[in-house]
T-cell receptor, first 113, second 107 residues
Framework: NAGVTQTPKFQVLKTGQSMTLQCAQD?????MSWYRQDPGMGLRLIHY???????DQGEVPNGYNVSRSTTEDFPLRLLSAAPSQTSVYFC????????????FGNGTRLTVT | AQRVTQPEKLLSVFKGAPVELKCNYS??????LFWYVQYSRQRLQLLLR??SRESIKGFTADLNKGETSFHLKKPFAQEEDSAMYYC?????????FGIGTKLQVIP
């Protein structure tokens, strides 16, 4: 059982480049979300989805797009990378909402130069 | 709005000493609270949730609605407890995390 799988593990981008961080889960979870983790700031919610075809913004959505065409996949797109987007990105999923805990992927470490 | 406050970024304790990691929250509804742990360069994993009232790896946490707190406690710290600990609140559709507390257990 793979759980939540994120690719790539590491990525270096130049300012202005675009890319997609992939997230897939094989647990048939309805709820999926993206966080960025920065030192001293904890985890901040970027976007989330409560089911296929439904997405919504979190605390820090600017510069990021998401879509949810299937239950399994929830890709995060960086439209035009900026150095401020250098971070570790985590995808998480859960079966529905409260009171279920989140299951996390291993993270993607992104550096924008 | 929902908010989670972890007042200490770093907590250093000696092995065998008691540990208390503080967490306070703000939420207008009935909160679902969790503690997650992240060992060095690993994914976050669930440690505790208030609804189950269990003890995991010797850690316990009690929800105090009057003080809006969910502090994490362990009577005797072990070296393997060194990690980042995040308190999280699950409200309507969103999960909000605190900034995390790094627990350092000194041998």
């Amino acid at each position: 059982n793979a759980g939540v799988t994120q690719t790539p593990k590491f990525q270096v981008l130049k300012t202005g480049q675009s890319m997609t961080l992939q997230c897939a889960q094989d647990m048939n979870h309805e709820y999926m979300s993206w966080y960025r983790q920065d030192p001293g700031m904890g985890l901040r919610l970027i976007h989330y989805s409560v089911g296929a075809g439904i997405t919504d913004q979190g605390e820090v959505p600017n510069g990021y797009n998401v879509s949810r065409s299937t239950t399994e996949d929830f890709p995060l797109r960086l439209l035009s990378a900026a150095p401020s987007q250098t971070s570790v990105y985590f995808c998480a999923s859960s079966p529905g909402t409260a009171p279920n805990p989140l299951h996390f992927g291993n993270g993607t470490r992104l550096t924008v130069t | 709005a929902q908010r989670v406050t972890q007042p200490e970024k770093l907590l250093s304790v000696f092995k065998g000493a008691p540990v208390e990691l503080k967490c306070n929250y703000s939420y207008s509804g009935s909160p679902e609270l969790f503690w997650y742990v992240q060992y060095s360069r690993q994914r976050l994993q669930l440690l505790l949730r208030h609804i189950s009232r269990e003890s995991i790896k010797g850690f316990t946490a009690d929800l105090n609605k009057g003080e809006t707190s969910f502090h994490l406690k362990k009577p005797f710290a072990q070296e393997e407890d060194s990690a980042m600990y995040y308190c999280a609140l699950r409200g309507y559709q969103k999960v909000t995390f605190g900034i995390g507390t790094k627990l350092q257990v000194i041998p």
